[in-house]
């Protein structure tokens, strides 16, 4: 998998024009299973993802922590959404973009505001994630899905599927 290399967010370009990972394949979404936050925006995510294009892990799962090795980030110290697609790495604000990019409808709408310069969004984005756990709350364990969702989280044996064409 590629590593960040164009700042701390994204591993392609965003604005139109430029090359970046489509969206029509699968993707996985490592979140922060004990950021009340976190889970929100993952049901929120499934509420809205009628495709199915998403498959989730937390950061702090066996599956989680080999995903982030095999992208070539140092798992234990990740404290951000990190978006796998296709090879290519997103965190921070330009994983939320691509998120709502793929989510399609009007959320996709959402996606202009990859115009603004990265360290503008992922200063806004830090700011939320610095304070996640004092304003909406910390979790104790990782969240269990239920039964209805359970086939969207990855099994911790499952890691190398990552977001090579894994649609749900």
């Known amino acids: 998998m590629k590593q960040e290399q164009n700042g701390p967010s994204q591993t392609e370009p965003l604005l139109a024009g430029q090359q970046q990972a489509p969206v029509s394949a699968g993707a996985v979404l490592l979140i922060d299973g004990e950021c ?46 990190v978006l796998l697609e296709q090879g290519a790495v997103y965190t921070r604000s330009t994983a939320a973009l691509r998120i709502l990019l793929r989510l399609g409808r009007g959320w996709k709408l959402m996606y202009v505001l990859a115009a603004c310069p990265p360290a503008w969004r992922d200063w806004l984005y830090n700011q939320v994630a610095r304070n996640r756990y004092r304003l909406f709350g910390r979790r104790d364990t990782c969240l269990v899905p239920t039964a209805s969702i359970q086939e969207r989280f990855l099994p911790d044996e499952e890691t190398h599927a990552g977001a090579q064409g894994t649609s749900g």
């Open 36 to 81: 009340n936050l976190c889970n929100g925006i993952v049901q929120f995510i499934i509420k809205r993802d009628h495709k199915r294009c998403f498959r989730f892990a937390s950061l702090q799962s066996p599956a989680g922590q080999r995903l982030l090795q095999e992208a070539g980030l140092p798992a234990g110290e990740i404290d951000t959404v």
